[in-house]
């Protein structure tokens, strides 16, 4: 009985981890269409020598699909117009708090499937979002309307501001009211000025 297939495997593992190891770090959910055609054809590839292929050529096979996705990458960095072509582009869902029917249809999306995007994000309903799109690599993007949106740092710390000079004004108020005819005479001085005929 032949053991080759023992090393072969070993090897598969070792190799096939190093050269997506140099394809780069991303999950499936992050890869471009070309990242992900690239993984099942290295996939495939790499199975080649248990079935009594060559281990070598399916090694250099593999090694010149990841360089070619390396300079892929490198071009679409380089170039805008290459990189839309490679990856796509962004496609609106919702605009305005509009669905986008058109484009809808034109990805087969349904409205319970774009419901299903939106809750895995936490948004509770359709209505609150003002814009969506489908991102190149599947995720989608939102902004929230204005009234939806949740609380920032930034709006806490005017609102409290606001509330402390209202806080401010309305004492200013209660003191001013306190004082009566009586409070002047153990002040020894009128609240208002008065004209000095009338002291």
Do not use: C
Request: hydrophobic share 45%.
């Amino acid at each position: 009985m032949e053991l080759d297939w023992i090393w072969k495997a070993v090897l598969i593992i070792i190799v096939g981890t190093l050269l997506l190891r140099i394809a780069g770090r991303k999950s499936i959910s992050q890869m471009t269409l070309a990242q992900t055609v690239l993984m099942i054809a290295i996939g495939s590839l790499l199975i080649q020598p248990v079935a009594g292929k060559s281990i070598w050529v399916t090694f250099g096979v593999s090694a010149v699909l990841i360089i070619t996705l390396i300079i892929v990458e490198f071009t679409q960095i380089k170039s805008d117009k290459f990189e839309k072509f490679i990856t796509g582009k962004s496609v609106t869902l919702i605009e305005g708090g509009t669905l986008n029917e058109k484009n809808l249809k034109k990805f087969r999306i349904s409205v319970d499937l774009l419901e299903m995007l939106l809750r895995q994000q936490s948004v509770q309903n359709i209505n609150d979002v003002e814009w969506a799109t489908l991102e190149p690599n599947g995720q989608l993007g939102y902004i929230l309307k204005d009234e939806a949106q949740p609380i920032t740092k930034r709006d806490l710390n005017k609102l409290i501001t606001q509330l402390e000079q209202l806080q401010l004004s309305l004492t200013n108020r209660e003191v001013q009211q306190k004082q009566t005819i009586f409070t002047e005479v153990a002040n020894k001085g009128h609240q208002k000025p008065l004209g000095k005929h009338l002291e």
